[in-house]
């Protein structure tokens, strides 16, 4: 196809201006080129302009050096050295950069012709330097407005770690290793760390497959699976966020609470206290988020270097031997028997069991993430996410694997901390519990369940275990914290990028960002007010439910597009991390799945069907985004796998369709055409829009018209392959298409044309090839059908009215017309016929009008099945089909019951069968002469000229026929106009008229 090329002045002198060619024989010649800028275009072109070649001799003088490296700031559009592979040619987009376009050989062509020609008015060499040198300065000044990116410790690992250390490490392990024991409690963090390990492998691979931009989950998923999962889970995963930003601040608050009703400070009460220290919190986290990604950095640092404070107090702790206030809580350093004693369960509680203590400890796991969601701010996040998520998953799995199995080696799980109940020499008589083995008597609070302290009892273990209490609640302060920080920042940003893509309505107001950072400030603030309102509720138990599950929902989704890509065998699926198993993911999908259920299966069906309506609407509306997911790559081989294997199915006349070949030219020219088509193969068979481009055309169509007619026809809702094929002729290109179109058996069998109603105007040879079309369509063993409308195949709703629009209207007709109360006049019409989507009248609805069927010839019933398919659509499932055929008055009945029979045969409805026993009359004198003067100019008349043999006229016009040919066909001419006058009589009022072609040799 064509291009338009803009015509501009061209840079340069010409070709030997920049090529200088050495005549000495001291050595090779030396080649240079200078690497252009991106905005070193010609002005109006849209092509990449190539370097200049150099080729001077080894002793040249100091100024002809000069004048050489003058000439390598030139360009040129010629070269015989061709450009060095480049990124730019190769991304859609960079950051901070324009892409650069490679030039067609037809823009080169022209461009090398225009050089030739001598246009040029601009000097080359100032062109390049003021270009290089607006390309330095615009680079200099994007270095310093760098914004803040991170690396893989700072981003990624330190984040995860924050947010893996939360306050269900200092406030809730201890207590599930006393309810599930150190077996139990290791398995519940290794089967947590599993599901965590393969979906960040999952990450891993996704995150090196392609450039990861802002988004996080949210864009991983989306561009893997499309927009109709990826969209439901931005929503979702967003909302999430939110929630777990006011979930940690609600358990920092709580903390905040305990520790103020120690010293004796209460506000207003213990529910209230509870809201206003959560609300003054997360307003401070806000501000700080707002401040900029630096400073939230150095504010997660610092929470960081207090965890490690507050762990590594604790460590310490576990070795300082306890004293005798602590033995009465219970607390007796290591002893072999406290660890035997833990290592097996000791359910308490009427629900206690293995998937309550999981549930409450796997929300723990869900900050794998953090550093995913702000892969916008990583400097290499192809590096950074693999690296960091693994890294931070080690070292956390450590940490939870040591405290639980210390804790437990080192507190029993009852104690009363009552300092009186030691024991005084070796009276063990009728004490119960490990605490007798310690010298302590603990029997009351055990038999009473009254014990406040222990492992089982205490929820502040960590802290009396440590060795200064007050910096574990400050671990648990920057634990809760930093969770909280890291959500607040990672819902915005996940958000934002969901809502520049689109996909929902209303929503785009938060895309907007702000600063280098592109900080989504709006975003900030509505995941503010929805971590202000839960935290106001304060009654989250229900909503952490949903939480872990919208979480989960995300870690299946991530794996299924793991393994989904890789099952696809796409060519882009090329993840530079190797280190994954498409089963480990298919696994990992599977298990946060049953998980989802094992935990709260209510909650599972509410985040279920909250993914099934958000997957609905986008599937309904079909956003126009294309990010090359691996559903389309599965679509392919789907639809690739049942072409091959179609090609194994034998042809049966049960299984036959109507596949067409339909010569619309452009589509949009002639949407009748279109419209008839595909209302009978419509989500039945095959259609195919062949557009035959002659040698004029070509030159003129625009580069994009291919893609302007396929949006033309999706927009349309047709379901048709569009096919351009350049040809001198119409005959040759649809020989061509009718036998290289379509794939295996999904090939056309039926042509379909237009009727060609200029026949009266047009060339001889414009008939002929028309006339050849269609004998070269039946040598193909094509079905055909042509379409004829009075008004042509342009129409609009101006000309769907109540008469047919198939018939010139003759005098009976007209004064019909006259007399019709019911006719629309054009001026009636509301659509605009000049706009893109011309409604035609296969569009509209046509009520219980009649099809009529004059099946004249055994055509092999194609007049009847088509007839069919086209009342199986809304619009024309109304209408009735009448069935004509021909006969005589003495058999009437007889020919019309055998019809009736072979129609109920063919299971085909029918309102009527009608035995035309007049076909054949002779014609009205009128209309057989206006069929004699409309054949006149196509006739040799030979007989009337003397001493001119029928040859030598035949040769001078061959598409002529002859006087004696005339008369050979004259019955079969009088017996088409005679059904032609049936017709007009019979279907005037109709739907739509079907007629059995009339062969040749008849």
């Excluded at 809730?172 to 599901?195: D, E, K, N, P, Y």
């Excluded at 033309?712 to 040759?732: D, Q």
């Amino acid at each position: 196809m064509g291009q338009f090329i803009s015509k501009s002045p061209v840079v340069g002198q010409g070709i030997h201006d920049h090529v200088q060619f050495s005549v000495g024989e001291e050595g090779p010649p030396r080649y240079s080129s200078h690497h252009f800028e991106t905005n070193n275009r010609r002005e109006g072109a849209s092509h990449q302009i190539p370097p200049a070649i150099i080729v001077s001799e080894e002793g040249s003088s100091t100024s002809e050096q000069r004048d050489s490296r003058i000439e390598l700031r030139r360009s040129s559009f010629y070269s015989t050295i061709d450009l060095l592979p480049q990124l730019e040619h190769y991304a859609s987009t960079l950051p901070h950069q324009q892409a650069r376009s490679r030039p067609s050989l037809e823009v080169l062509r022209k461009a090398f012709d225009e050089v030739e020609g001598g246009n040029t008015n601009k000097d080359p060499g100032a062109c390049d330097i003021s270009a290089t040198d607006a390309g330095s300065e615009e680079a200099q000044g994007s270095e310093e407005k760098a914004p803040a990116r991170f690396g893989w410790v700072v981003g990624v690992m330190v984040r995860c770690m924050l947010n893996i250390w939360g306050v269900i490490l200092f406030l809730r392990l201890s207590w599930i290793t006393s309810q599930a024991g150190i077996l139990l409690t290791w398995l519940i963090i290794l089967i947590s760390v599993m599901v965590t390990s393969v979906t960040a492998l999952s990450i891993s691979a996704i995150a090196t497959n392609g450039r990861v931009i802002s988004g996080g989950a949210y864009f991983m998923i989306s561009r893997t699976l499309g927009p109709e999962i990826g969209g439901p889970i931005g929503v979702v995963f967003s909302f999430a966020n939110a929630l777990a930003c006011a979930l940690n601040t609600v358990g920092f608050a709580e903390v905040a609470r305990d520790l103020m009703q120690e010293f004796g400070v209460v506000m207003v009460d213990s529910i209230n206290d509870v809201r206003i220290v959560g609300v003054i919190t997360v307003t401070v986290l806000l501000l700080i988020s707002l401040a900029g990604m630096e400073w939230e950095s150095k504010t997660q640092i610092l929470f960081f270097l207090v965890l490690l404070v507050s762990l590594s107090n604790y460590f310490v702790g576990t070795f300082i031997p306890p004293n005798i206030e602590k033995q009465a809580q219970g607390i007796f350093g290591y002893r072999t028997e406290i660890f035997l004693e833990n290592l097996t369960p000791n359910w308490r509680g009427n629900e206690a069991n293995f998937f309550q203590m999981f549930a409450i400890f796997f929300p723990s796991a869900i900050g794998i993430l953090s550093g995913a969601n702000i892969s916008g701010d990583l400097k290499d996040p192809a590096t950074a996410i693999p690296k960091g998520t693994l890294m931070a998953i080690f070292w956390t799995t450590i940490s939870y694997l040591m405290i639980s199995v210390t804790v437990a080696s080192c507190v029993v799980r009852d104690a009363s901390g009552n300092m009186t109940d030691i024991l005084t020499g070796n009276l063990t008589d009728g004490c119960v519990g490990l605490g007798c083995k310690m010298g302590w008597n603990f029997t009351d609070c055990i038999q009473q369940k009254n014990c406040e302290y222990g492992l089982a009892n205490n929820l502040k273990v960590l802290g009396q275990v440590s060795g200064f209490y007050y910096l574990i609640t400050a671990g648990v302060f920057a634990a809760s914290l930093s969770s909280a920080l890291g959500f607040l920042v990672s819902a915005p940003k996940v958000f934002q990028c969901l809502c520049k893509d689109n996909l929902y309505p209303y929503i785009g107001f938060f895309a907007k960002g702000y600063g280098k950072n592109d900080e989504p400030l709006r975003a900030y603030v509505l995941c503010y007010i929805i971590a202000v309102a839960f935290i106001l509720i304060a009654e989250l138990n229900t909503i952490a439910a949903l939480i872990s599950n919208f979480f989960l929902c995300s870690y299946s989704l991530i794996n299924f597009s793991c393994f989904h890509a890789s099952i696809t065998n796409s060519p882009g699926w090329r993840p530079s991390f190797h280190y994954y198993s498409k089963w480990t993911a298919l696994f990992g999908a599977v298990i946060s799945v049953v998980l989802m259920f094992l935990f709260t299966w209510w909650a599972a069906l509410i985040t279920f069907c909250i993914i099934f309506f958000l997957f609905g609407y986008i599937n309904y509306n079909k956003p126009k985004v294309n990010w090359g997911s691996s559903v389309q790559a599965g679509t392919y081989n789907m639809a690739l796998s049942y072409s091959v294997s179609l090609t194994g199915v034998e042809d049966h006349v049960k299984n036959f369709r109507p596949q067409c070949l339909v010569l619309t030219g452009p589509p949009n020219q002639r949407p009748a055409l279109v419209d008839f088509v595909g209302s009978f193969t419509k989500h039945i068979s095959l259609m195919i829009c062949g557009d035959i481009i002659m040698e004029p055309e070509r030159q003129t169509r625009p580069q994009d018209a291919t893609d302007q007619l396929v949006k033309w026809m999706n927009k349309r809702k047709v379901r048709s392959f569009y096919t351009p094929f350049t040809a001198e002729s119409l005959r040759v290109g649809a020989r061509y298409l009718m036998q290289a179109s379509g794939l295996g058996k999904l090939k056309p069998n039926t042509l379909v044309l237009g009727f060609k109603s200029n026949w009266r105007e047009s060339s001889p040879e414009s008939i002929e090839d028309y006339i050849n079309t269609i004998y070269d369509t039946f040598d193909a063993n094509f079905c055909l059908c042509i379409l004829r409308m009075m008004d042509g195949l342009d129409i609009s709703d101006q000309f769907d009215c109540e008469v047919n629009q198939g018939f010139e209207l003759d005098e009976s007709a007209e004064s019909y017309d006259h007399q019709s109360p019911d006719r629309e006049s054009a001026d009636d019409v509301s659509d605009n016929s000049n706009s893109d989507q011309i409604k035609t009248v296969f569009q509209n609805t046509q009520g219980k009008k009649s099809i009529d069927v004059y099946w004249i010839a055994d055509d092999g019933g194609l007049t009847l099945l088509v007839p069919y398919l086209i009342t199986r659509r809304k619009h024309w499932r109304n209408c009735k089909i009448r069935v004509f055929i021909v006969g005589d008055e003495q058999n009437m009945d007889e020919g019309r019951n055998e019809m009736i029979a072979l129609l109920k045969r063919f299971r085909l409805h029918f309102s009527d069968v009608i035995v035309m026993t007049d076909s054949e009359k002779r014609p009205q004198a009128k209309n057989m002469t206006r069929f004699v003067d409309s054949v006149a100019p196509f006739r040799l008349h030979d007989e009337q000229q003397e001493g001119v043999t029928v040859q030598e006229l035949r040769q001078r016009e061959p598409w002529k026929i002859s006087d004696k040919e005339f008369e050979a066909f004259k019955q079969k001419s009088e017996r088409k106009v005679r059904l032609n006058e049936i017709i007009r009589r019979n279907s005037q009022h109709t739907a739509l008229v079907l007629v059995s072609l009339p062969c040749a040799t008849q």
